[in-house]
Nanobody
Framework: VQLQASGGGLVQAGGSLRLSCAASGRAFSSYAMGWFRQAPGKEREFVAVIGGSGIKTNYAASLKGRFTIFRDNAKNTVSLQMNSLKPEDTAVYYC???????????????WGQGTQVTVSS
């Protein structure tokens, strides 16, 4: 599956952004979809994952309550709604697809190109 992320940008602290990831290929609903992020000088970290049916989700503990992941299997998209953004949320955000439900990057074999999110204080 090929992935194309979009929706990043510059936002003030406290603001919101919605990232989207469009997938091409077959059987989108058979993939768990995840969002990861990488800040400058830091390792890539898990943000959120959603199962193929859209029912099961998991979030990084520090982000739960501010970020929401959801998907539309009819449109082959997965989105990340980010609210109450903080400067420390500044990073490149990546969407990824995995044949198994996971919170680690290892099983995610397909990755989008990343979209920059910058939160100003």
């Amino acid at each position: 599956v090929q992935l194309q992320a979009s929706g990043g940008g510059l936002v003030q602290a406290g603001g919101s952004l919605r990232l989207s990831c469009a997938a091409s290929g077959r059987a989108f609903s058979s993939y768990a979809m995840g969002w990861f992020r990488q800040a400058p000088g830091k390792e890539r970290e898990f943000v959120a994952v959603i199962g193929g049916s859209g029912i099961k989700t998991n979030y990084a503990a520090s982000l739960k309550g501010r970020f929401t992941i959801f998907r539309d299997n009819a449109k082959n998209t997965v989105s990340l709604q980010m609210n109450s953004l903080k400067p420390e949320d500044t990073a490149v955000y990546y969407c990824a697809a995995s044949p198994v439900y996971a919170v680690l990057a290892g099983p995610f074999g397909s990755w989008g190109q990343g979209t920059q999110v910058t939160v100003s204080s």
